[in-house]
């Protein structure tokens, strides 16, 4: 495995000759291209099947979002967050609100915290369920896109009777929550999770000892906890390499230290690892879920919140574990109704850098896989 | 506690570093240092930070490091020319081994236009720092893909966005916004509507993008 400190850009100018006199191989893949995940370009430097290096270039769908921020006050910027990492809203939304609430010095009362880890953590399910179907799909196994979309429809509309949307929900606000649960809100959270436990099994038996399965994820695209470390990787890749970090743990927010749960890791951070991690992901997000719901309180969904939003001058980082890594907010306040400046740390971005590290030496197939398993949102790359 | 200044103490705990540990500890002197102004409570103002890294920086650099606390964070005010060094430091001594993100944010009324700021984290101490540095437009960085290879892209974002250098970086092109496109979209004088209205037209064949 290259050191990663030491990748040198890539050469795209000069092929080497190669064996039989046959040149090496420069290809573009995507940006319009099923497999990865939305417009990611990859240039490869190929020696026939093998990954020589590669090249990302990214920014398809770059909408300024930073920039927009610094033009909308506090509680407008707010909806724009969800369109970043898309298919989980619903955590963007929480370290905003959490950033701002920090820069305010507020804390959301205990009913709305108890609320927020169930919306986020139904939301941490359905981007591992997505993440599962598209990368089995890529990889030719098309039977679980089938069921997880299948059962992540119960999420969404979950969220929908919350709040009204499905994708990009805008669930939270700064200082709580803009809505009460509906009725049977407790009752239908319950049922999906006594109908998602058995669902979870179902996926692994789709795949866990499926030998084509095995086959085509184990040993690809490996990389070493130090790696992991030295490049930022955050998220289930990270634990999937050994590393037993997540913040929900390290650096507990809302109020995720009153629940019990565990982190799972992996040992040989390779694609098949990566999968199981996630796969015991959702059985302890289900786990906190539970326990929310049972232990929901009763009382005010808002704290005091100002009807202007004017932090006082100063700045903040707040980070949360997103079901992608860490995402971060920082925001510098001027003391005016506007975000002086809003950096959105996008746990996606950092990861993808990985790419070229984990794919080098693997073959052309293998980079769909490994694109996969990185589990990256392009909105959230380019923002 | 009756004193002024915080006991070295206080932030001596390595494994459990958490903001919420660290607040009890200013307030018990606010109202001590004015018995006089009750009526308003005053905006939330840095204090400093103190800790035996900070000591063991500061007995090397003096006056060259601000450490300062705020909402529970820590963060770091370093002279532009002890950067290189610092952040050494940091990494190889201090074992921050994560770099969490590299950002910066422009003060255009300043002489010193840029923030730069390095959010880092510690796995062996769970600690989060912020290392912050004031730098002129025009002024270039040293790259620090040396101590942490996820610098690459931060950087190149950084340049993308505010047209911030960083020396030795190998790759340092824009990696958001097409490369040709002139201006950086982060900077205050750059409106929210502008663009590189010639690029659009050229490349993209439409009069304009809006």
Not at chain 1, 196 to 223: A, H, M, S
């Amino acid at each position: 495995m290259p050191d990663p400190t030491s990748l040198s850009p890539l050469d795209l100018d000069t092929p080497d000759k190669t064996f039989l006199d046959a040149n090496e191989l420069i290809i573009n893949m995507g940006p319009q291209h099923p497999a990865t995940h939305g417009v990611l370009r990859v240039i490869l430097r190929l020696d026939g099947e093998k990954v020589l290096g590669l090249e990302c270039v990214i920014g398809y769908l770059h909408r300024g979002v930073e920039k927009i921020g610094e033009n909308r006050t506090y509680a407008m910027f707010n909806p724009y967050v969800d369109r970043m990492d898309y298919v989980a809203a619903v955590s963007n939304g929480l370290g905003y609100c959490e950033a701002v609430e920090k820069l305010l010095a507020i804390e959301a009362p205990p009913r709305a915290q108890h609320v927020r880890v169930i919306l986020t953590e139904l939301n941490r399910l359905t981007s591992h369920q997505l993440w599962l179907g598209t990368h089995a799909l890529d990889i030719g196994a098309i039977t679980p896109l089938f069921y997880t979309f299948r059962d992540r429809e119960e999420i969404l509309k979950i969220f929908e009777k919350y709040c009204g949307a499905r994708l990009t929900t805008h669930a939270f606000r700064i200082g709580g929550l803009q809505y009460e649960t509906y009725s049977g809100f407790e009752r239908e959270v319950k049922n999906f999770l006594a109908f998602f436990r058995p669902k979870i099994d179902e996926y692994e038996e789709l795949l866990t000892t499926n030998r084509i399965w095995l086959e085509r994820t184990r040993g690809i695209g490996k990389i070493s906890a130090e790696d992991c470390i030295a490049l930022g990787v955050t998220g289930p890749v990270l634990r999937a390499s050994g590393v037993k970090w997540d913040l929900r743990k390290a650096q507990p927010y809302a109020n995720y230290k009153n629940f019990d749960f565990e982190i799972p890791i992996g040992e040989n951070g390779d694609t098949y690892d990566r999968y199981i991690v996630r796969m015991a992901e959702m059985r302890q997000s289900v786990r906190i879920i539970e326990q929310a719901v049972d232990a929901l309180p009763e009382g005010p969904i808002m704290a005091k919140v100002p009807k202007v939003i004017k932090p006082p001058v100063g700045e903040v980082y707040h980070s949360i574990e997103a079901p992608k890594g860490e995402l971060g907010y920082f925001i510098v306040s001027d003391g005016s109704t506007q975000p002086y400046r809003v950096r959105v740390r996008p746990p996606s971005f950092v990861n993808l850098q990985a790419l070229d590290t984990m794919c080098r030496g693997q073959l052309v197939a293998d980079v769909i896989a490994v694109i996969g398993t990185l589990d990256i949102v392009l909105g959230e790359v380019d923002r | 506690m009756p004193e002024e200044t915080k006991p070295p103490s206080q932030s001596s705990p390595p494994g459990e570093v958490k903001p919420a540990t660290e607040k009890p500890a200013a307030t018990p002197a606010t109202p001590a240092a004015k018995p006089a102004a009750p009526a308003k409570p005053a905006a939330p103002a840095p204090t400093p930070w103190d800790s035996p890294m900070i000591a063991k920086l500061k007995r090397s650099y003096g006056s060259g490091i601000e450490p300062l606390t705020y909402l529970g964070q820590h963060y770091m005010i370093v002279d532009r020319s002890l950067i290189p060094e610092i952040l050494q430091v940091l990494r190889n001594e201090e074992q921050f081994d994560y770099c969490v993100d590299i950002t910066a944010v422009h003060y255009p009324q300043r002489e010193k236009q840029f923030d730069v700021i390095w959010v880092l984290y510690s796995f062996p101490r769970n600690e989060r720092i912020r290392v912050k540095t004031l730098t002129k437009d025009g002024e270039s960085l040293p790259s620090s893909i040396p101590l942490w290879a996820a610098a690459n892209w931060l950087e190149r974002e950084v340049y993308d966005m505010f047209g911030i250098k960083f020396d030795g970086h190998p790759d340092l092109k824009r990696i958001l916004l097409p490369e040709g496109w002139k201006g950086y979209p982060l900077r205050k004088d750059y409106g929210i509507l502008q663009q590189d209205n010639e690029w659009v037209q050229i490349n993209l064949g439409i009069e304009s993008g809006q």
